[in-house]
Each structure stands twice: as structure tokens, then as C-alpha cells.
């Protein structure tokens, strides 16, 4: 039992050109900045074990990332283990881009862009919707990178040094804002964005969840400090959009502070998610403009009376107004006695979970059609194509990895802190796998965060895996349902050990 010491930073990370933005097949440069990205970091010490957790205003925080700033901060923070650092990432699509890699860079491969130019026949060319390539105006992944790097060490240091005694409490609330973004059809088929306007259409794959893990941290003289706020959405209301912005957080920090105070610090960290979006497949609305995604497509759909389009600047701002109310009204109804005097534990863990294997007979039919695609093509090819392509393209590049390739080495996290339990991966997990952690957890309340020390892809279930398409493919993600299925086990192990 330890009386527990927290310490907080914020920095910014936005670049200061213009950036070539993440998270889509379209090219896309930003126009202007929104909002201002930032690292949120809270150090935790109980004396005996402890925590850095960092929230990145990016779309993931690859295994190249996490490395480097590590490295850069090895030695340099007495008493401090980098390896009790943990990035995770809001996951906005928003964000820059940068040289992100993967736990095995033997089964990273390249983009399916990339991959698509070294395939394309003679006389065909990829063509760039936005001059990205060669262009001085936008910063470069490696300027990205080292900015990163150096804010992202900064933010640790500082909340190490601010250590200071003081105590928690953990609450609950509710607000609707992660919805499932996958239909099913009566052919058996799934399709992520897909059109549910159709006689085909049966339900939405999976389902929701509405709740938020809270966490309000006080100071010895019991002023809060900061909030974690744990939600099952990645933040991706405005994911198509030109300009550089932290989407929904980042209207909940600035609500929160007009309300709390400019001092107040918010830890935003995304649960179980990967099938989840902000945006409502039923009651579709037409975003303002075009979103140049060919899987968001939608011919003459009828108006409908529902929230603001979810892809607009109004549906980013009606969601953060609900979460930012949700966290205030649940501290000014009144909150549990703070915990202080309470255990903490840290325990990290290399999960080694099976890759995803594909067959020859998918292989076979990958590259026939690709062959096709192209032989029919006329002319060059854009994002379109390598969208069109990319679960082919995946086989292709799967079927070479796992030659040599049995296993993907899995960065875990597994704490506890006083009734309280916080567990980490780094995929875009599916919500079922979430809900059976938290379903079966033994803490009063368990924190997911996904997208956490690494990006390895989504992680699919097994009725997701059968209907197919984006999210689903073998190119999507490194680890299938069996891995999805050992990962709830051993978490749920190390979690309910804590607690026993």
C-alpha cells in the first residue's frame, strides 16, 4: 500500500508547415490548424513501481516512435525505467504523418500505394491527389518525427518532475458517441461505412458502449489536477477534412477548461474501438463536401432529421460538448471518497500471438485479380485503386511474411492502482473483445487503451473475419481472431491475478 505521487505535462506537437495528414487512402495536405495537437502526459509513482501514460493527439503511436523515445530519454530521468512509459494515441485522422514501423518490420511490407507502383505495368503511372511527394512547403516525416520525439520526451520529463503527492477517485458516465461503422447483409457479407439504405441490409455487426472510464486526480490540498477520460470511439469525426486538429478531444479539453480552469489537464485514451465510429450508419447524413473515400459512397441517400454529419466540424463539436458535459456533470454530483493510500502494480508483457495466416488458394486468387483489375484499368491509377486493391495486395505481402513469421511479439501493459484496472494493446481491437475483458475483469473498473506502444493493425473477430472487407482483411491488421482470443485470456489472467 502506497500513498501514490502524480505529476503532469502538456506540450505541443504541431508542426509548424503544413503536414501531409494521416489515417486515409486519399492524399490529403493540410490547409489550417483547427486546433493544436499536444502530448498529455501523468506520471504515477508509488515509490516502489510506476508509470508514465501519454496521450498523443496522432493517429497511432508506432513501434518506431515508442522506440525513439525511449532511447532519447534512457539515463537521462533518474529513477524513471523507460519502459514503464506508455504512448498511446486519440487516433485522429487528422494528425501527421510520420516514419512509423511495426513491432516485426519483416511483416510491415510498404502501403498498398507503394506496393501498387512496384506492381503497375508499362506505361502506367501512380498519380498523387495532392502533391505530397515533393513538396518544401510540407514538413517531412523525419522533421514530423524529431518534433515528436523531442515534445513527446519533454512532456514525460516534466510530469516526472512535477511528482507531488495526492489522490484519485474513479467514476463512471455515459454519452453516446462510439456507434459500430460495419453492416451486414442477408448474403452473409459485412462492409465497413457500408450503405444500410438497401433491402440487403440486416444490422449493424456489433454493437456499442455508451460508458467512460473517469479518473479525477487531485493534489494534497484535494484541487483537481486532471482527468483520465477512457472512451470506446476513436476520435474521427472530421477524418476526411484539410486541416490539423485533435477532432472531438480537443473541443472536450477546451470545454473542460472553460469550466474547471486553464490549469486542468486531460488524459484522453481510447478503449476497445476498432469497429467503432462516431458517425451513425442508420440514420446516415450527408457530410458538407465530398470525402474522397470510395467506401463512403452513397447514391441520392433521402435526408434525414438526425445529428449533424459526424464527418463535419458541427457533428465534432456536438460530440465534444456531450462528453465534456458527461465528465463535469458526473464530478458535480458528487464522487466517491478519494482513493489514497491504495496498491499499484505495473507488470509488462511480450504476448506472443499468432500471426494471421493466409492459404495459396487466396494467394492464387489475389493475384488473378489483381491482374484483372489492371489488365481492365484505363489509364493511371490513384487512391481509388489502391483502395480497390489493398485486401489483394495484403494477401500478397502476408504470404511472403509468414514464410519466416510465426508470431507477433505484443507489448502489454497490465496495472493496477488501487480498485482499478488499466490494460493495453496496440491494435484497433474490436469492441467485443473489450467488453469481454471488462465483463469478466475482477477491478471495480477497467481502463482499455487501445492503439497503445505500438500500431500493429486492426484486430478483427471471427464474425467480422467472415463477412470480410476493410478492418477485416488480412491485410488490415497483423492478428486474427485466435490472437484476439488469447489476448482477452492472458489480460483477463494478469488483471484477476492483481486482485485475487
Avoid at 508499362?122 to 518525427?145: C, D, F, H, L, R
Avoid at 488499466?422 to 491494435?427: E, G, L, R, V, Y
Wanted: glycine share 8%; with cysteine.
Amino acid at each position: 500500500m502506497s500513498v501514490l505521487k502524480f505529476g503532469w505535462s502538456e506540450k505541443s506537437i504541431t508542426p509548424d508547415k503544413k503536414i501531409s495528414l494521416a489515417g486515409q487512402f486519399a492524399e490529403r495536405i493540410s490547409q489550417y490548424v483547427e486546433k493544436p495537437l499536444t502530448v498529455t502526459a501523468m506520471a504515477v509513482d508509488s515509490g516502489e513501481d510506476h508509470v508514465v501514460l501519454v496521450s498523443c493527439d496522432l493517429g497511432s503511436t508506432g513501434y518506431s516512435l515508442v522506440k525513439a523515445v525511449r532511447e532519447n530519454i534512457a539515463g537521462k530521468i533518474p529513477g524513471l525505467d523507460p519502459m514503464k512509459v506508455v504512448l498511446s494515441a486519440i487516433h485522429t485522422h487528422t494528425g501527421p504523418v510520420y516514419p512509423s514501423t511495426r513491432r516485426l518490420p519483416e511483416a510491415v511490407g510498404t502501403g498498398s500505394k507503394f506496393m501498387l507502383q512496384d506492381i503497375l505495368p508499362a506505361g502506367k503511372k501512380y498519380v498523387e491527389k495532392e502533391n505530397i511527394s515533393a513538396n518544401p512547403e510540407i514538413a517531412t516525416k523525419q522533421e514530423v518525427m524529431e518534433l515528436l520525439v523531442k515534445q513527446i520526451s519533454a512532456a514525460v520529463a516534466e510530469a516526472w518532475e512535477n511528482r507531488k503527492p495526492g489522490s484519485f477517485i474513479n467514476a463512471f458516465g455515459r454519452a453516446v458517441v462510439g456507434m459500430c461503422r460495419r453492416a451486414t447483409y442477408s448474403d452473409g457479407s459485412a462492409q465497413m461505412w457500408g450503405d444500410t439504405n438497401t433491402a440487403m441490409f440486416v444490422g449493424l455487426e456489433g454493437g456499442n458502449d455508451s460508458g467512460i472510464e473517469l479518473l479525477y486526480v487531485f493534489d494534497e490540498a484535494k484541487k483537481l489536477t486532471g482527468i483520465v477520460a477512457n472512451l470506446a470511439c476513436p476520435a474521427q469525426c472530421v477524418q476526411h477534412r484539410l486541416f490539423v486538429s485533435p477532432d472531438f478531444w480537443g473541443e472536450v479539453k477546451m470545454l473542460l477548461r472553460k469550466h474547471f480552469g486553464e490549469e486542468i489537464f486531460l488524459l484522453a485514451q481510447c478503449s476497445a474501438a476498432g469497429d467503432q465510429c462516431p458517425v451513425d450508419l442508420v440514420r446516415w447524413v450527408e457530410p458538407e463536401s465530398d470525402l474522397n473515400d470510395p467506401n463512403c459512397k452513397r447514391n441520392n441517400p433521402p435526408k434525414r432529421k438526425a445529428d449533424p454529419s459526424m464527418f463535419d466540424l458541427a457533428g465534432m463539436r456536438k460530440t465534444g460538448k456531450r462528453i465534456a458535459r458527461e465528465i463535469i456533470d458526473v464530478y458535480e454530483e458528487g464522487l466517491d471518497e478519494a482513493q489514497v493510500d491504495v496498491e499499484f502494480k505495473h507488470v509488462v508483457e511480450d504476448m506472443m500471438l499468432p500471426l494471421r495466416r493466409t492459404t495459396m488458394t487466396e494467394v492464387a486468387a489475389a493475384k488473378r485479380a489483381i491482374k484483372e483489375y489492371l489488365d481492365d484499368k484505363e489509364g493511371d491509377v490513384d487512391y481509388n485503386d489502391a483502395a480497390n486493391l489493398q485486401r489483394h495486395l495484403g494477401v500478397l505481402r502476408r504470404a511472403a511474411v509468414q514464410e519466416t513469421v510465426e508470431v507477433l511479439p505484443t507489448e502489454v501493459h497490465i496495472l493496477r492502482m488501487g480498485t482499478i484496472a488499466i490494460a493495453t494493446n496496440p491494435f484497433e481491437l474490436f469492441l467485443d473483445y473489450g467488453n469481454q475483458i471488462k465483463a469478466r475483469s475482477l477491478a471495480e473498473q477497467t481502463f482499455l487503451i487501445q492503439l497503445c506502444c505500438g500500431a500493429e493493425g486492426y484486430l478483427p473477430t471471427k464474425k467480422a473475419e467472415e463477412g470480410g472487407h476493410y478492418s477485416a482483411f488480412i491485410a488490415s491488421g497483423q492478428v486474427g481472431h485466435i490472437g484476439g482470443e488469447q489476448l482477452v485470456r492472458q489480460t483477463l489472467q494478469e488483471i484477476n491475478d492483481m486482485f485475487r
